[in-house]
């Protein structure tokens, strides 16, 4: 079964600092890859998606995220972490084929200290 | 371009009740996804709409059901409602019901059941 584990619930950080959030997926094949932002009592925005290509995507916010096939991973980084980017971090898989279906990792929460 | 926007935006019902949560799509998208979202997990896919017809659907019970209308907006129905139904619910549009499209999010209805 398709599923999408994010390993650490709680992450803290000073501002300034890099980050890294873990995801792992488990798919019979390469998946669609998202990373979405949710800010308390907002919807979630899209960060970057991966469909096939360049492994290092780019997205908004100063965020990347890094494919990694032989690890079924898809980390999301940032150099240096903003007050701003305290919130919480959901990555996704969609499906190959057939309907826009996402499924989605519990999240990570992401405090970061002055 | 105007966002996907949801209402109402806090609802509290009682078991047993009905309710219908309403989801207007954004600019140029002809399919809709509904999503529950209990405290401190990640979203569930609940079902999919692509040109007014169901498209895909997740594993929850037939009392969730929805519409979607010929200008693309959808409704989300939940009867017989219970505790556990309590979630922020979430809609998503996207270009089309091809995994490639990203799916954009409005910022939910917040449904507690007392």
């Known amino acids: 079964a398709q599923s999408v584990t994010q390993p650490d619930i709680h992450i803290t950080v000073s501002e300034g600092a890099s980050l890294e959030l873990r995801c792992n997926y488990s798919?019979?094949?390469?998946?669609?890859l998202f990373w979405y932002v949710q800010s308390p009592g907002q919807g979630l925005q899209l960060l970057l998606k991966?469909?096939?290509?360049?492994?290092l995507v780019q997205g908004i916010k100063g965020f990347e995220a890094e494919f990694k096939r032989s690890q079924s991973s898809f980390n999301l980084r940032k150099p240096s972490v903003h007050w701003s980017d305290a919130a919480e971090y959901f990555c996704?898989?969609?499906?190959?084929?057939?309907?826009?279906?996402?499924?989605f990792g519990a999240g990570t929460r992401l405090a970061v200290h002055p | 371009e105007t966002g996907v926007t949801q209402s109402p935006t806090h609802l509290i019902k009682t078991r047993g009740q009905q309710v219908t949560l309403r989801c207007s799509s954004q600019?140029?998208?002809?399919?809709v996804s509904w999503y529950q979202q209990a405290l401190g997990q990640g979203p569930q896919f609940i079902f999919q709409?692509?040109?007014?017809?169901?498209?895909g659907r997740g594993n929850f019970p037939p009392r969730f059901s929805g519409l979607q209308f010929p200008n693309y907006s959808s409704e989300l129905n939940v009867n017989a409602l219970e505790l556990d139904d309590s979630a922020l619910y979430l809609c998503?549009?996207?270009?089309?019901?091809?995994?490639?499209?990203?799916?954009?999010f409005g910022d939910g209805t917040r449904l507690s059941i007392l």
């Open positions: 998503a549009s996207s270009r089309d019901g091809g995994s490639n499209q990203p799916q954009h």
């Open positions: 798919y019979g094949a390469t998946p669609y």
């Open positions: 991966y469909f096939s290509g360049d492994t």
């Open positions: 996704a898989v969609g499906r190959l084929d057939g309907y826009n279906k996402l499924i």
């Open positions: 600019s140029g998208h002809n399919t």
């Open positions: 709409y692509y040109r007014e017809e169901e498209n």
